[in-house]
């Protein structure tokens, strides 16, 4: 497995890049490749941290697994390649921004226009097999994205996380909130979007937030 992740991501993740277990799940990825259709693209599969560097962070944002239908995933949660139809969730996200920021939904899905003004789209399982949702899972990904949250707490300031769903919260318990904005609503998946997620209203709240601190707002 590439490590194509950028240098000011690899000084802060070093120490994790270097543990064993890391070494056993790059293993077990290129075999997974070989063996199988995975997704995202290999070079995808750090694209979280190469579209969003760590000095420019702002955001985070918790999915769980990549899609894993032909063609969808490019490596950022939620997110889809360029002119591929939005999934389900997807779809309620854009809903939520035209109803909170009165932003028309947009054609395109791929949200690495979010990343590079410092959104860290950060699914907690980086790779899946086609077809097959949650193949990845239990591999070691989830210490390494563990490790990455841990980081971001520790190592920066005033950050806002948004957790959507119970397994995003489960991830939260390792942020520390005297210092950092954490922001809870159910997944805007078809199942949980009408307990919750529409009208959460954390877009507008991530940035009156940011304008509060000084920093610039998102352009969601």
């Known amino acids: 497995m590439a490590l194509n992740i950028p240098d000011n991501w690899k000084n802060i993740l070093k ?42 962070l702002k ?29 389900p969730s997807l779809v309620n996200i854009f809903k939520e921004i035209e109803a909170d920021m009165q932003i028309p939904s947009p054609i395109s899905g791929d949200l690495s226009r979010w990343a590079k003004q410092g959104v860290l789209l950060l699914n907690a399982t980086l790779t899946v097999r086609e077809g097959e949702a949650g193949s990845h899972q239990k ?7 563990d490790a990455v949250i841990q980081k971001i707490s520790e190592e920066k300031t ?13 991830k939260g318990s390792i942020i520390n909130l005297e210092k950092h904005i954490v922001l809870k609503a159910p997944h805007p998946s ?16 991530t940035n009156a937030f940011l304008k509060s601190v000084n920093q610039e707002t998102i352009q969601w």
């Open 15 to 56: 120490i994790e890049l270097e543990k064993p277990y890391f070494k056993d799940l790059a293993d077990f990825i290129d075999d997974e490749f070989k063996k199988n259709t995975c997704f995202p693209d290999k070079k995808d599969i750090f694209k979280a941290f190469t579209d969003c560097s760590f000095d420019a």
């Open 190 to 205: 078809p199942l949980g979007a009408w307990r919750g997620w529409f009208g959460s209203k954390h877009f507008s709240k």
């Open 139 to 145: 591999q070691g990904w989830e210490t390494f994205t």
């Open 59 to 87: 955001v985070v944002i918790i999915g769980q697994d990549p899609y894993h239908g032909k063609g969808q995933a490019n490596g950022l949660c939620f997110s889809v390649q360029d002119g591929v139809k939005h999934p």
């Open 158 to 170: 005033g950050v806002v996380f948004l957790l959507w769903g119970k397994f995003a919260e489960k």
